[in-house]
């Protein structure tokens, strides 16, 4: 059993200089569930919500948040450091002129995420008021039946580069919805590259890629938003370390899985544990 107050990292209150305490076990699931729902069709925020304690202190846990949102941007882009590779050689090529592939996933990348980022203000509401476990549970459960309609529906004859600039704004938009507490972000995103006929491993990929600016902005907000409030330890950068791990190992298993099976085994968590969670809050 881990030391009560081993590992501590500590955010000083506005105005008051006090401060909150968080157990190093506090980072390690934080980061864990963050790193595993993050980069998987899943999403973290009802997985979060299962445990009370992280739930009564969300607001303080920010900073853990944080870190870990970094980590996950990271290990995405080190999986397709490939993409990222190409990526940056075709905006080279495009400064001297010459177009290609790697340019082009850019620009489908940026317009892809410019829905969420657009429409953000727009969720702050949900995002700020999200209705406590009843939207979390609800979204994961809807959701998860849209990915498993979805996934079994679509056809698997497109690629990233066959959506084009149009169909990955489309993807973007629906994408957006994620900002709601349960939809999951790499969920919504399969969903609706399935539903555009791409195929499993496209339609994961392109779901990825697209989040790794969103967590990396997200994860710069949240530093920004506690300046002067943040005090940076080891301990935030073993979430991130953590979350790396998480996440890296997440997708990789993800990954390999779609080559030759579906999402149904994401989908089917996602309707088991919402309507669980449904329960729950209504049988009593």
Known sequence: ?????????????????DGTNVTLLDVVLVALISGLGEALPLGASAHLALLPAMAAAADQRAAVAAAADLGIACALAVYFWRDMAAMGLGLFRLAKGRSDSGARLFFQLLIGTLPAALLGSAFAHFAAHPGGRTMVAAAMLVFGLFLLVADRLG????RIDHLGLAGTFAVGILQAAALIPGVARVGVAITAARLMGCERREAARLALLLSIPLLASSALSLVWSLRGHLVVSADLAGAAAI????????CAVMMAWVRRNSFAPFAVWRILLGGAM???IFWR
């Open 1 to 17: 059993m881990l030391p009560a107050r081993l590992g501590e990292w500590y955010i000083a209150k506005a105005g008051t200089g």
């Open 278 to 280: 449904l329960i729950g």
């Open 155 to 158: 056809m698997t004859v497109r």
């Open 243 to 250: 979350a790396f791990l998480a996440a890296l190992a997440a």
